[in-house]
């Protein structure tokens, strides 16, 4: 089973909410990422926690605020968001000890900022 | 000069033709490759990685790298409609988390 599971599947939020994005995995995976992707872009890394510790911030605005609970879970806090912050955010999980970190995507949350 | 080159396309082939795709890289460090599957409004699917310069093949799908000229492809035989989608190609260093995509190939298959 090579499962993420992302919630919600499709957000709209104003610019002044709080909003939050969930990413769950059971695969024993210990890194953990975040990607922004655009309308035909690749995926663009945002964050990546490894053993539940954030190791790469890709220079992301505070406004997105990643957090790992533990090791299955992954959430990305958005606050004040603008209408350019409007995007599929994926997740991705791979294993990360020892061997190939090959990354594991889930459906992603289109979101829509207005 | 990108780290990685793709065609964005569209390639558009008739039901039942071998697809052909094709990534050129810069970076020698660069030393597993991986193909990933993405239709329209979902996440990425990896088809396929390999680390060793020739081919892999699963069912339909074939993977070849060449490192010494820092060119792999990937082989979709028998295409079908649903094989209709952009397709990434990726590396990866050694050790390394960070994934580096090329801009997506957008294939279409007509019945």
């Known amino acids: 089973d090579t499962e993420v599971t992302q919630t919600p599947k499709h957000l709209v939020m104003g610019m002044t909410n709080k909003k939050s994005l969930k990413c769950e995995q059971h695969?024993?995976?210990?890194?953990m990422y975040w990607y922004k992707q655009k309308a035909k872009k690749p995926p663009e890394l945002m964050f990546v926690?490894?053993?539940?510790?954030?190791?790469i911030n890709e220079s992301v605005p505070s406004r997105f605020s990643p957090e790992c609970p533990n090791s299955s879970l992954l959430n990305l806090h958005l606050h004040a968001l603008q209408p350019e912050d409007s995007a599929l955010y994926l997740c991705?999980?791979?294993?990360?000890?020892?061997?190939?970190?090959?990354?594991?995507f889930g459906a992603g949350t289109r979101l829509s900022v207005l | 000069q990108k780290e990685v080159e793709q065609d964005p396309g569209p390639l558009s082939v008739p039901e039942g033709a071998i697809v052909s795709l094709n990534c050129t890289y810069s970076n020698s460090a660069f030393q597993y490759f991986m193909w990933y599957r993405q239709y329209s409004r979902k996440g990425p699917e990896l088809l396929m990685y390999t680390y060793s310069s020739g081919n892999k093949e699963d069912g339909r799908f074939t993977a070849q790298v060449d490192k010494s000229s820092k060119y792999i492809s990937l082989f979709i035989r028998d295409s079908q409609p649903s094989d209709s989608a952009t397709y990434l190609c990726a590396f990866l260093k050694a050790a390394g988390n960070k994934l580096t995509f090329g801009g997506g190939t957008r294939v279409l298959v007509k019945p």
């Open positions: 991705a999980s791979s294993q990360e000890s020892g061997g190939i970190n090959i990354q594991y």
């Open positions: 695969m024993g995976h210990r890194a």
């Open positions: 926690y490894s053993y539940e510790k954030l190791s």
